[in-house]
């Protein structure tokens, strides 16, 4: 019997915790489920990126447009931030690209042709290729970045009303198809759709992936299927997953996490206990997290060194 990761052993722990009987309307499995959601992006997001282990780091490579300076920032990443940026030359070599201050974009004119990097602005990155520009033979601007993990969304089994995602039944790469276990009415072949590992590390195998056809319960998918595609795998619409996207060791704090916000909705003083449990899941579960690769201790290097030294 394989364990269910999905968000209907979540729903089913919180119940528990929570005290929250079957028959009673005031906090639903859709709610818990929401709740869940706010917990994971608010809290638990923010805590596994502070660890520094290089979780949800993901590369976007957007074409290199001769002229064009500005590249709008990955609509995933977390925060609308950066992990890094560089460009990508034609034999696939990544390009240094340091970051430059826009204050030092007002430096005189000797300076400027020998500025080459970067600075972000608002939602976009504007490169600086000094006496490059019009004349500079790239293939890729890469963004380096923290993909935000799916918004959580509810199965069939968790509530049909509201369900958003179906589980592999069988596929073929052939004929590019993929036939599920439900499919919402509501899906067409003007959405897109994320699909997801139903095991750890719980990755997306594809993202935003457009489809030719939707039939019932079969989905007609434009490019190929993605590799590594299992029997019991989630399709859902893009940036939505019926699973946790985080190690399987935070799967507990957040179910501790959306049982304390529901006692405390319902006016129950024990979300207080709940919480002060999830503080010393906390403490423990950076042990787990960090360092990411116990038998390598992290080494501090000088960029831009003189050679040799």
């Given at each position: 019997m394989s364990i269910d990761y999905s968000i209907n052993s979540l729903v089913t722990s919180v119940k528990s915790r929570s005290m929250n009987a079957d028959n009673q309307n005031l906090i639903t499995a859709v709610d818990m489920v929401r709740i869940a959601s706010e917990e994971l992006q608010g809290v638990l997001i923010p805590y596994i990126e502070?660890?520094?282990?290089?979780?949800?780091?993901?590369?976007?490579?957007?074409?290199?447009?001769q002229g064009q300076l500005n590249y709008t920032l990955p609509q995933r990443a977390t925060g609308t931030k950066l992990r890094d940026i560089c460009l990508v030359d034609m034999q696939n070599n990544e390009v240094l690209l340091n970051y430059i201050n826009p204050e030092d974009?007002?430096?005189?004119?000797?300076?400027?042709?020998?500025?080459?990097?970067?600075?972000?602005?608002?939602?976009?990155?504007?490169?600086?290729?000094?006496?490059?520009?019009?004349?500079?033979n790239y293939k890729y601007v890469r963004m380096i970045y923290f993909r935000r993990p799916n918004t959580l969304c509810t199965t069939v089994s968790t509530d049909v009303a509201t369900a958003n995602a179906g589980q592999v039944v069988s596929f073929n790469t052939s004929t590019q198809t993929i036939t599920l276990d439900y499919a919402p009415t509501t899906w067409t072949t003007t959405t897109q759709f994320d699909i997801i590992n139903s095991l750890p590390p719980f990755q997306s195998r594809v993202d935003s992936a457009p489809v030719t056809n939707v039939s019932g319960f079969i989905l007609t998918f434009t490019n190929p299927l993605p590799a590594g595609l299992s029997i019991g795998d989630w399709v859902s619409e893009a940036n939505f997953s019926p699973i946790p996207q985080i190690p399987v060791e935070c799967h507990r704090l957040l179910e501790v996490l959306t049982?304390?916000?529901?006692?405390?909705?319902?006016?129950?003083?024990?979300?207080?206990?709940?919480?002060?449990?999830?503080?010393?899941?906390?403490?423990?579960?950076?042990?787990?997290?960090?360092?990411?690769?116990?038998?390598?201790?992290?080494?501090?290097?000088?960029?831009?060194?003189?050679w040799g030294w």
């Open positions: 502070s660890v520094k282990g290089e979780y949800f780091v993901k590369f976007e490579d957007q074409p290199f447009i974009m007002k430096s005189s004119w000797a300076y400027s042709p020998y500025q080459f990097g970067f600075y972000p602005k608002d939602n976009e990155i504007i490169l600086v290729l000094g006496n490059l520009i019009g004349s500079a049982a304390a916000r529901i006692l405390q909705y319902t006016g129950d003083p024990a979300f207080q206990v709940m919480q002060n449990m999830a503080e010393s899941m906390k403490k423990d579960l950076f042990q787990v997290l960090s360092p990411r690769i116990d038998g390598s201790p992290r080494k501090i290097p000088i960029r831009n060194r003189l």
